[in-house]
């Protein structure tokens, strides 16, 4: 039987995969400890990432790059937000790995650069919005030194000069990977890859072919694929969403917070009853200079605080009491009065009375800032100024958007692995066993009439053991097929004994009409064997080929006891009359043929299916055509008379030549063959003849054995 491509079921890898990932762990945080402790300017961190990926896959990849982080995260807590990175690698290199790339030089360099800009690129990219411009870290002085030489904007210096080191770090990652990869046998390599197979272990070409999905429109792995992603995207997106509206509003109310103890403060600081003299004397008022300095060291307390003054409200503008200077702005002076801005009309009426007004959020020319007023109040509960703020929100921006870089590199990492899994499981429990058992359907299809029972065998032996829907549609599938050899083979039974029955009651019809015939003996029979001679001999001499098929060679020899049925139709007197018949008697001896016509055609008008009687009803009507055109009944000539009824030309009259009859002897064999020889072209097909006279032999040993019988 021929290899189907399954071996038997082997044990779980699951031990060996567990020690290649632990291994790849150790390697990573050895390689991180050595270059921390050496002060290398390099990572060593995704050593055993990327040795994993290219030995174990995918997944055992993946899997090694995300907890290597999450162990890192324990000393290093930012160390979690590039664990995407890491799986993005492990992807890469075992994608490498799979297509064989890593056996030629350029696919070697090329993951190695490539891996540098994942490491390198994407890293300075998430670092850039998680910190801004690098300050610390490994590659700091690099990025310093390129951007200090006034080539390079604060972006791109990053981005190069941690490229640089990255791809440092990335060659000798390769220098350590690539001996392992090229020289560890394949036989240990095997047992370091992940799978998960739920039933008997598909090799080489048929685990290939069962893994992909041939479909006119979308595979179920790209349904599960588009399914899966999306619900992480939806969850990812939802989840940020709110997260990072949960982040900015409680930093919003810290922001809030900050401003209204600020205000609080000032108020506490700045003497109500010296506010007229503030105003009046400014500098030259008692109290103005240490109150002011007291102002700024409030102010410097929190990096946040952009602007801090103290105004009177007036119904013609905002009164200055206090003013602090800024780098970019130098505050008023005390009593100069400023002039309303229109967003401070909705707030006038409760201002003028000495209210206190809810926070202000404005993104205008000063920036996006946040704005507190509160009442200093005197003695008296008179309103007498207001301690005002303005909280910047700019580095509140920077925190939400580095909030959103953390998410999303959080998120690209576990979905990475989720998505890893899930095709993982799709792939042993679901895409597997289907397309095997698809592929075993066709095999079976195809194989069923010529091994069935093999082809039982080879769905048996898939042993798909999933415990679930798929299993069940397996065992279903599997008795199916079972049940259905069973009923084909009892067909089959039946059908074969229909059709002997069939063939003896041919044999016994055509008896029948022969029997009334006294000349013609055993007739019926040996035309049979004759034509199944010629046929023979013209496909060894390569004839009619594309005629001579199986089923037509069948058909002629099942309906050649049928050529003379006709026979039934004409009289006995004229069948049996030992002389020689006159025209007209000969004449109605022609019309056997056209009555052998007419009786099997209303066979088939009852027994449409039988194909080989359409065969029959054309040897009982033309077997007495001539290839030069003179037979009968329409006198016909060369291939428009059918290749069944030529064959049985030369088989009728040559048996009817060497056959003894009640009024002749039969004819010498050889006096008969020199008649066939004589009638090539003329009376027979040249091919048709010239075939039964190279088989010579074997209608001699007819001849003779019908002789001896007789």
Known sequence: MESTGLEPKNNSNIRYVAVLCLGGLVLNLIGSALAD?????????????????????YLPGIIV??????????????????????????????????KGLLKKIWGVISLTVLLALIGGGLGSILTWFLYGFAESGIT????????????????????????????????????????????LPDRIREKFELNGWQQKPLKGRAEKAAGISDNRS??????????????????????????????????????????????????????????????????????YVRTENSLYDIRESSKDIEYLYVYRILPEGCQVVFDLDTEDVKGAKAGEVIPFDESFEPYLDTLLKGGEID??????????????????????????????????????????????????????????????????????????????????????????????????????????HTGDEIENLYKAFSKMTEDSVAYVNEINE????????????????????????????????????????????????????????????????KSAPLHDIGKISVSDAILNKPGKLTDEEFDMMKYHTTAGREIIGRVIEMVPESGYLDTAKDLAEFHHEKWNGKGYPNGISGEDIPLSARIMAVADVFDALVSKRSYKEGMPVEKAFSIIEEGKGSHFDPYVAQAFLNAEAEVREVVNDFRKDN
Not at 70 to 98: G, N, Q
Not at 150 to 178: C, R, S, Y
Not at 235 to 246: M, Q
Not at 254 to 281: C, F, M, N, S, W
Request: charged share 20%; hydrophobic share 45%.
């Open 218 to 287: 979308m595979s179920i792995r790209s349904k599960m694929l588009i399914l899966i992603t999306s619900a992480l995207l939806v969850v990812a997106i939802v989840s940020t969403g709110i997260g990072y509206k949960l982040y900015m509003s409680d930093s919003i109310d810290d922001h809030i917070a900050l401003g209204q103890g600020v205000t609080k403060t000032v108020a506490g600081v700045v003497e109500p009853y010296r506010i007229d003299d503030y105003i009046d004397k400014g500098y030259a008022a008692i109290g």
């Open 140 to 183: 700091v002085m690099a990025v310093k030194k390129l951007y200090e030489s006034g080539t390079f904007t604060p972006f791109w210096a990053q981005f190069t000069g941690e490229f640089m080191v990255d791809l440092a770090d990335k060659i000798i990652n390769m220098i350590i990977v690539l001996p392992v990869y090229h020289f």
């Open 494 to 557: 039946k059908t074969d004994t229909i059709q002997h029955m069939q063939d003896g009651l041919i044999l016994v019809l055509a008896d029948m009409v022969e029997s009334r015939d006294k000349n013609t003996g055993d007739h019926v029979r040996k035309t049979a064997i004759y034509t199944g001679i010629i046929m023979r001999e013209l496909l060894r001499e390569g004839i009619y080929t594309d005629t001579l098929t199986e089923d037509f060679i069948s058909d002629v020899i």
């Open 37 to 57: 402790e050496l002060r290398l300017p390099m990572y060593l961190d995704t050593i055993g990432t990327i040795l994993v990926s290219v030995i174990g896959g």
């Open 65 to 98: 790059g995300f907890i290597s982080n999450y162990i890192k995260a324990a000393a290093d807590s930012t160390a979690i937000y590039y664990e995407c990175l890491s799986v993005i690698m492990a992807v890469v290199a075992a994608w490498f790995a799979e």
């Open 359 to 464: 926070p202000i959020i404005s993104d205008d020319t000063f920036g996006w800032l946040l704005t507190i007023y509160h009442p200093i109040i005197d003695d008296n509960g008179v309103c007498q100024a207001y301690a005002c703020v303005d909280i910047s929100m700019n580095r509140l921006r920077n925190n939400g958007y580095a909030f959103l870089a953390k998410q999303i590199s959080l998120f690209i990492g576990t979905f990475i692995l989720v998505l890893a899994i899930g095709l993982f499981i799709i792939r042993y429990n679901l895409i597997f066993p289907v397309n095997t058992m698809a592929m075993a359907a066709t095999d079976f299809a195809y194989h069923m009439e010529e091994q069935p029972d093999d082809s039982i065998e080879r769905i048996k032996e898939l042993q798909i």
